[in-house]
């Protein structure tokens, strides 16, 4: 019996990679999370939805001052021209 092997094939080639603007892309979303407490509003694709988050809870939790923003953006990558192809 012949002892079984992999086969591995490498293409190398120019890649590209952008913010995914197809249609069916799911949607970029903005979230912000406290860096207090790590509370964190839910994401949204709407800014505001955020930003209203950040000063309810602020608001509620005044010493609470430092914040990061959260985005989630989809990206796509292709190969342009496979080398050797």
Do not use: K
């Not at 002892?3 to 094939?9: E, I, T």
């Not at 913010?19 to 949204?44: F, K, L, R, W």
Request: one cysteine or more; aromatic letters at 12%.
């Amino acid at each position: 019996m012949r002892p079984v092997s992999a086969r591995s094939v490498f293409l190398f080639g120019t890649w590209t990679l952008e913010p995914d603007h197809e249609p069916d892309a799911e949607p970029v979303t903005y979230a912000m999370q406290c860096v207090v407490c790590g509370a964190a509003s839910e994401p949204a694709e709407d800014f505001l939805d955020a930003q209203h988050w950040t000063f309810r809870h602020a608001g509620r939790n005044p010493s609470h001052h430092t914040y990061r923003e959260l985005i989630r953006r989809p990206w796509r990558a292709w190969m342009d021209r496979p080398q050797g192809v």
